[in-house]
């Protein structure tokens, strides 16, 4: 029997028995891509997400290492966080083109 890996992804849980990066997992498996993958190994921190409360790099985590664990990405944060970053990144015109934008909000 394969070992499963469970945990909680922005309030709901998951399980799955591959163990890979949890980027991919995200992205491919669950199709959230606030996280972005620039460099595949936790160098830019465009990946980044938050695990029980502490910003990760999900390229260098895996969903074995993810087991257990509370997963937030930025479409987990609550509705008044995001636009208070929202507005805040606009105010001061750091809207750049948006890709690292996600990972810098969970850093
Ligand atoms: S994709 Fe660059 S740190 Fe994860």
Redesign the pocket.
Known sequence: MAQEFTFTVNGVEHTTTENKPL?RYLRDDLHIHSA????????????TIHVDGAAV????LTTALASGRNIVTVEGLPEDVREAFVYAFGAVGAVQCGFCIPGMVMA
């Not at 972005?36 to 990946?47: L, M, Q, R």
């Not at 790099?57 to 260098?60: G, L, R, S």
């Open positions: 980027l972005k993958d620039g460099c595949s190994e936790g160098a830019c921190g465009t990946c790099k999900a390229c260098v």
